[in-house]
């Protein structure tokens, strides 16, 4: 295969291609696709055993391997994930909030993509081959949004939705980034980019944090359009008010950091990525 020739600061690169993996390597995704990347799914979980049955339904069957982040619930959490995939990993939270929780679960992953998503059926495990497709074929960082043709919120109020709008367009004022949406907990990214997000917040702000973090750090985002679900079941530990102003410290609080280095360029093709 011929290499890459890319021109970074006036000097040329060159990066070597890699033979394509052996076929028994590829695991089929769709009747067009197979990959050979490991996928890895993050369900963080407080008190979700009337929910799980219905998101591990939507789950693909070709994903590797789901991590479960149990917030210490006191309901039969642990025990219905266990009875739906007896080969999940369990993690059981030492802190509290969110953002702690996926933190746990990344750490705990062995995939070589690692997809987040919701435990209580809000977000449709049948969209992750969109996340998935997206990153074999060239993203770094791969968010899903509610404001994308084709995405929706059965779930957003009236007061989530302004309070949404106005911090993704302060975000893109600050960062000059193109976000469209930015406070929703459907993302997927390469594994090897866990540094570059490290991931320290608590709550439910996390999302906003790995979103400006993946930009600042020159990781190439793709947004894909999500729908996103009301909860089937029990209440929601989100309050607007109070995860709204945690949002606004996390985008001022990563405003004043110091930028980090851009990375060099790569040319990355799809079958370097382990597509086909």
């Given at each position: 295969?011929s290499?890459?020739t890319?021109?970074h600061?006036?000097h040329?690169?060159?990066?070597?291609l890699?033979?394509?993996?052996?076929?028994?390597?590829?695991?089929?995704?769709?009747?067009?696709?197979?990959?050979?990347?490991?996928?890895?799914?993050v369900v963080?979980?407080?008190n979700?055993?009337e929910?799980?049955?219905?998101?591990?339904?939507?789950?693909?069957?070709?994903?590797?391997?789901v991590?479960?982040v149990?917030?210490?619930?006191v309901d039969?959490?642990v025990a219905?994930?266990?009875?739906?995939r007896p080969n999940?990993?369990?993690?059981?939270q030492?802190?509290?909030?969110?953002?702690?929780?996926?933190a746990a679960g990344?750490?705990?992953c062995?995939?070589?993509?690692?997809?987040?998503?919701?435990?209580d059926g809000s977000t449709?495990?049948r969209?992750?081959v969109?996340?998935?497709?997206?990153?074999?074929?060239?993203a770094?960082f791969?968010?899903?949004s509610?404001?994308?043709?084709?995405?929706?919120?059965d779930d957003l109020?009236h007061?989530?939705?302004?309070?949404?709008?106005?911090l993704?367009?302060?975000?893109?004022l600050?960062y000059?980034a193109?976000?469209?949406?930015l406070?929703?907990g459907y993302?997927?990214?390469?594994?090897?980019?866990?540094?570059a997000?490290?991931v320290d917040?608590?709550?439910f702000?996390?999302?906003t944090?790995?979103?400006?973090?993946?930009?600042?750090a020159?990781l190439r985002?793709?947004e894909?359009?999500s729908?996103?679900?009301?909860?089937?079941?029990?209440?929601?530990?989100?309050?607007?008010?109070r995860?709204?102003?945690r949002?606004?410290?996390?985008?001022?609080?990563?405003w004043r950091r110091?930028?980090?280095?851009?990375?060099?360029?790569?040319t990355?093709r799809?079958?370097?990525?382990?597509?086909?």
């Amino acid at each position: 295969m011929s290499p890459d020739t890319t021109k970074h600061n006036g000097h040329a690169h060159v990066t070597p291609l890699r033979p394509p993996p052996p076929l028994e390597r590829f695991t089929p995704v769709t009747p067009h696709i197979a990959i050979t990347p490991t996928v890895s799914v993050v369900v963080p979980a407080l008190n979700e055993a009337e929910n799980l049955p219905h998101v591990f339904a939507t789950l693909p069957n070709w994903i590797n391997e789901v991590v479960l982040v149990d917030g210490n619930s006191v309901d039969e959490t642990v025990a219905v994930a266990r009875r739906l995939r007896p080969n999940i990993r369990i993690v059981t939270q030492q802190g509290k909030g969110k953002g702690d929780a996926l933190a746990a679960g990344f750490a705990a992953c062995t995939g070589d993509i690692i997809v987040m998503i919701d435990a209580d059926g809000s977000t449709d495990g049948r969209e992750i081959v969109r996340f998935v497709g997206a990153l074999v074929t060239g993203a770094d960082f791969v968010k899903g949004s509610r404001n994308l043709n084709g995405g929706g919120s059965d779930d957003l109020t009236h007061g989530r939705h302004l309070g949404n709008k106005a911090l993704t367009r302060l975000v893109n004022l600050l960062y000059r980034a193109r976000f469209s949406d930015l406070c929703y907990g459907y993302n997927a990214f390469w594994a090897r980019h866990l540094d570059a997000l490290a991931v320290d917040c608590d709550g439910f702000e996390v999302e906003t944090l790995m979103n400006i973090r993946a930009h600042r750090a020159g990781l190439r985002v793709v947004e894909v359009p999500s729908h996103e679900r009301v909860r089937l079941h029990g209440t929601s530990n989100l309050k607007v008010t109070r995860d709204g102003i945690r949002v606004l410290r996390t985008i001022l609080r990563e405003w004043r950091r110091r930028p980090l280095p851009a990375p060099e360029p790569t040319t990355t093709r799809a079958a370097d990525q382990g597509a086909a």
